[in-house]
């Protein structure tokens, strides 16, 4: 029979992610919100950061651990912007079938350079 004692380290991590989240997500919440245009990316980044800080382990070793926490929010949000800029997500156009398909403009046209 197990001993109640005896967890996991899964639980462990999964504890201390469920302690940050209660602890900084409201916090976290308000610093993207005031940045982020769209609300699914809001919980994106939040959890981004939940999810580095648990990666980091238990924090004892951190002085700051607030000060620590919004420069580790500031990063991802440059992380979120810098891969927003490369991959140029707010320049793409949505292809729609009706604007697109005219047998004028289709392939075989354009190779006989009509």
Do not use: C
């Not at 302690?19 to 900084?24: G, N, P």
């Not at 580095?52 to 070793?61: E, H, I, Y």
């Not at 440059?78 to 997500?89: C, G, I, S, V």
């Amino acid at each position: 029979m197990p001993n109640k004692t005896n967890v996991s380290d899964a639980e462990i991590q999964a504890k201390h992610l469920e302690d940050l989240s209660k602890r900084y997500r409201t916090a976290l919440s308000r610093y993207f919100g005031k940045r982020a245009f769209q609300q699914a990316d809001v919980e994106d980044l939040v959890q981004e950061v939940l999810v580095r800080l648990a990666v980091r382990g238990d924090g004892s070793d951190i002085k700051k651990p607030e000060a620590y926490l919004m420069r580790t929010a500031t990063n991802v949000w440059r992380d979120f912007l810098r891969k927003k800029r490369t991959h140029a997500q707010d320049f793409h156009d949505e292809f729609l079938e009706d604007q697109h398909s005219s047998a004028e403009n289709g392939p075989d046209s354009v190779l006989t350079g009509e």
